[in-house]
């Protein structure tokens, strides 16, 4: 990305910044994989530190994945007619609800409670939180839009339903991507900071 910075002579001059907003990268930037190389991900689990908190956190965005995964299977099977639409209908408005709401709640969570206290810890690795925490915002404005094509669906008439469900379908698809990268990447920013410091995090 090109930004603009305020240069010696007080004129503006253009700046190359990270590589960093969440639908441009395919990881976090090299600076910020340090402490992952000491704390790599086949260790994290046999590691004496790896405990309630770190688990929690890990089986939470498993929970994300499996309900993205089961939302976006689901828009395929009701698709091609291997589920009843209505039977769709029921399951999705359940699931996507649920789905929504607890994935913006972990949000809020990390952004205002578990970032400030990780980063403290580990300040070399603070601009990686600022990163994740930017990729919260990108996320919850497709959660809005997920929201609404859920809706768009679960009020589409009997001719517009395979229209509709294809909507989603594709905004769910897209939205995989950009979920996956964000977990992956802050789990393997986290885990290595509460390894190294333990989790005596504040509850
Ligand atoms: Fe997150
Ligand atoms: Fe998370």
Redesign the pocket.
């Known amino acids: 990305m090109t930004g603009l910075a305020l240069g010696r002579t007080g004129a503006y001059v253009a700046v190359m910044t990270e590589f960093s907003a969440l639908d441009q990268r395919d990881g976090l930037p090299d600076a910020l994989r340090v402490l992952l190389a000491e704390y790599p991900r086949d260790i994290w689990q046999s590691h004496r530190n790896f405990d309630g908190l770190t688990r929690f956190?890990l089986e939470?965005?498993l929970m994300f994945r499996q309900a993205l995964d089961r939302l976006r299977s689901e828009a395929e099977a009701a698709l091609d007619g291997r589920m009843d639409p209505d039977r769709y209908r029921q399951n999705t408005a359940r699931l996507a609800g649920f789905f929504l709401n607890q994935l913006h709640g972990?949000h809020m969570i990390?952004d205002h409670h578990y970032f400030p206290q990780l980063s403290a810890l580990e300040v070399p690795l603070a601009r990686g939180f600022e990163i994740l925490d930017a990729d919260h915002h990108m996320l919850d404005g497709h959660i809005q839009g997920l929201a609404d094509q859920t809706n768009a669906m679960l009020r589409a008439e009997t001719a517009g339903f395979t229209t509709a469900t294809g909507t989603l379908h594709g905004a769910l698809a897209g939205f995989e991507g950009f979920l996956d990268r964000h977990?992956v990447d802050?789990e393997e920013l986290v885990v290595p900071v509460i390894l190294k410091h333990g989790s005596s995090l504040e509850g």
């Open positions: 956190w939470r965005h972990h990390e977990l802050e």
